[in-house]
């Protein structure tokens, strides 16, 4: 560079580092609006039916967004001439985003030939990937916008409220998008199912596979994705790869309380763990899945079984209980096969069983620990959730087997009837899924469901009922006070009252809810039989979704009492009540013991 030109590179960057409060608060203006445009006009794009003139103006906004991006990095990165590696450090996930996007730009035509894509057809995906690409952009974005949090008193339950509601009311306009739907759907029942697929439940007011289009498909992907991670676990990880600037202590002790991680250092390792976990055990279940399903011929394009095997994948680790067949897993590609009914009992096993006990079971440093420090045996925690989880599979599928082998498992084989007894408790009392008809089982099968997914998946988990230790503390209070025991014993440690206490405490308001709602669908719809009344109602906040066929008979009444079930289900009935109470502290003084009779 000549002696001029460098004399005017160094006017110009000497400008910019007077002036550089001045240009963030601009470009930090306009970046969210900006984006957010983007991603407003990509929505349009796919959701609505455009001529040719307003295709162009969509296309021309995503284009801006794009090259707003690239200027606002680059322009940032001119104030740190002599730290320009610590800016690439802060700014690690801009940097992944600009390099991967700029690669898949040069070398799409060698990745068209690679896969093998049809040139009629490349340039969708092409567009299709670039959109799926800058939402991640937005979610940057909003995790930069998010930090605004730490200066809002908001507690992380009712933060956590106001994260499903906004998840839910986004969904659900995107299903009432012309796109999303065959022929259209009504407000109800797009909320009714952007609820369920946000509140991972499963239970659908209208036919999953008929109702709606790829679009509509994406959509309900999406939601149960971010609604099984938790729509603020998902945000905080992009936050956890910014700039330090946006994790202060008190936002890192917000995280903490959500995930009841023990150290605040805890909470942004265990969101990242979180999300790679996740992905890592959806990938492995999609691909499975794929490799089964396109040797079997069900599917005409390639294309078709890679998306079938995706989206039931996610549905199951996320046991949310989706499916894309017009009979859920009742379909004979499904019922016949040994194959997918494992890996999916395997990936809702896995989403159901908790992400602490997936890191204290498999994690190699965990693991690695242990071997060095032999006295280190797995943590109480994941020790009651396995044994109280394998305790239910087992007894709940012998019970299952013995009342319906001779009704809804009559037509299967003996080996067949034991298989589908273990897959429909297993994947059933958390997801959802069925390959018996619910309706048509025993009254007594059915009265085993309730108590089965009431019980649900365990503490950290994508499932809901009132977890699994939360039932062992009960039935261990229930013995040691038979037994006249003042304290309650488990491996030698003594379990605190605060834990009973709680226990009790979400075991007797998931009671009132439940029977509450059962109360007044009963009111609202005295058409439906009771005994499929208190299923639904059981089902819908246990977040189960496991269904006796009645919930497009129920009134737009009925379907709202269902969804309110399923909200309040999924955050969990605690985090409800203190997002909704005021905390009183606790005075030093004690009032004198009284005593009376009980029971």
């Known amino acids: 560079m000549k002696w001029p030109e460098m004399r005017r590179w160094r006017k110009a960057q000497w400008l910019l580092a007077n002036n550089r409060q001045r240009i963030d608060l601009v470009l930090r203006a306009l970046s969210f609006p900006i984006t957010l445009a983007a991603v407003v006009c990509i929505i349009i794009q796919h959701g609505c039916f455009l001529t040719d003139a307003q295709t162009v103006w969509t296309s021309a906004m995503v284009i801006i967004a794009y090259a707003f991006f690239f200027f606002k990095f680059l322009l940032r990165a001119c ?16 940097l992944v985003i600009i390099a991967v996007f700029l690669l898949i730009s040069i070398f799409s035509r060698q990745l068209q030939r690679l896969f093998s894509v049809p040139d009629a057809t490349f ?11 800058y939402l991640i952009i937005f979610f940057v974005e909003l995790a930069k916008v998010s930090a ?26 995107l299903l009432l998008m012309p796109k999303a739907t065959t022929n259209g759907i009504t407000f109800a029942d797009a909320l009714f199912t952007a609820t369920s697929a946000s509140c991972v439940t499963g239970l659908t007011s209208v036919n999953t596979a008929l109702s709606f289009t790829t679009t509509g498909h994406i959509i309900l992907l999406v939601l149960m994705q971010l609604g099984g991670m938790s729509i603020l676990s998902f945000a905080t990880f992009f936050i956890s790869f910014l700039s330090h600037s946006y994790t202060g202590l008190r936002y890192q002790y917000m995280v903490k309380d959500m995930l009841s991680t023990n150290r605040v250092s805890d909470s942004f390792s265990f969101l990242r763990e979180i999300i790679m976990m996740t992905f890592v055990i959806e990938g492995v279940g999609a691909v499975m899945l794929y490799m089964y399903w396109r040797t079997t011929g069900l599917f005409a394009e390639d294309s078709e079984t890679i998306f079938y095997a995706i989206f039931h994948a996610i549905s199951a680790f996320n046991n949310a209980g989706f499916s894309l067949w017009q009979t859920g897993l009742m379909d004979q590609a499904i019922v016949s096969s040994y194959f997918p009914q494992m890996i999916i009992m395997i990936l809702v096993f896995s989403g159901g069983i908790g992400y602490v006990v997936l890191r204290d079971f498999f994690d190699p440093r965990v693991i690695a620990e242990r071997k060095k420090k032999r006295w280190m045996k797995l943590a109480d925690g994941t020790h009651i ?17 013995a009342l319906e082998y001779n009704n809804t498992l ?17 994947a059933g009392r958390t997801a959802g899924f069925n390959i018996v008809d619910i309706d048509a089982i025993t009254v007594p099968s059915l009265l085993i469901f309730i108590i089965i997914i009431f019980i649900g998946a365990s503490p950290g988990s994508t499932g809901g009922g009132i977890k699994t230790t939360t039932f062992f503390v009960i039935i261990k209070s229930l013995f040691a ?35 509450s709602s059962t109360i007044i669908l009963c009111i609202i719809d005295p058409q439906i039989p009771l005994k499929n009344t208190m299923f639904e109602a059981a089902s819908a906040f246990t977040t189960c979704g496991l269904s006796t066929g009645c919930i497009d008979q129920f009134s737009d009444a009925g379907k709202l009492v269902l969804t309110i079930n399923m909200y309040i289900g999924r955050i969990g009935t605690l985090t409800f009540a203190y997002a909704l109470s005021k905390r009183v502290k606790e005075t030093k003084h004690e009032y004198p013991e009284t005593y009376f009779m009980v029971g």
Not at 410 to 425: N, P, R, T, Y
Request: a positive charge.
């Open 385 to 401: 959730a396995l044994l109280t989880s394998f305790a239910i599979i087992i007894v709940g599928t012998l019970l299952f087997y």
């Open 123 to 133: 340039p969708h995906y092409r567009q299709l990937f670039f959109h799926l690409y």
């Open 481 to 515: 006070t038979i037994q006249g025991k003042s304290k309650i014993e488990f491996r030698k440690k003594t379990i605190p009252f605060q834990i009973v206490d709680k226990a009790y405490s979400i075991v007797v308001m998931t009671l009132v809810f439940i029977v």
């Open 148 to 173: 605004f949090l730490k200066k809002i008193n908001m507690s992380p339950p009712l933060l956590m409220m106001v994260s499903f509601f906004l998840l839910i009311a986004f969904g659900t306009l």
């Open 79 to 94: 104030y740190y001439e002599t730290k320009f590696i610590n800016y690439l450090k802060n700014n690690k996930m801009e």
């Open 410 to 426: 009559a037509k299967s084989s003996g080996f067949e009837k034991f298989f589908s007894a273990l897959f429909q408790i297993t």
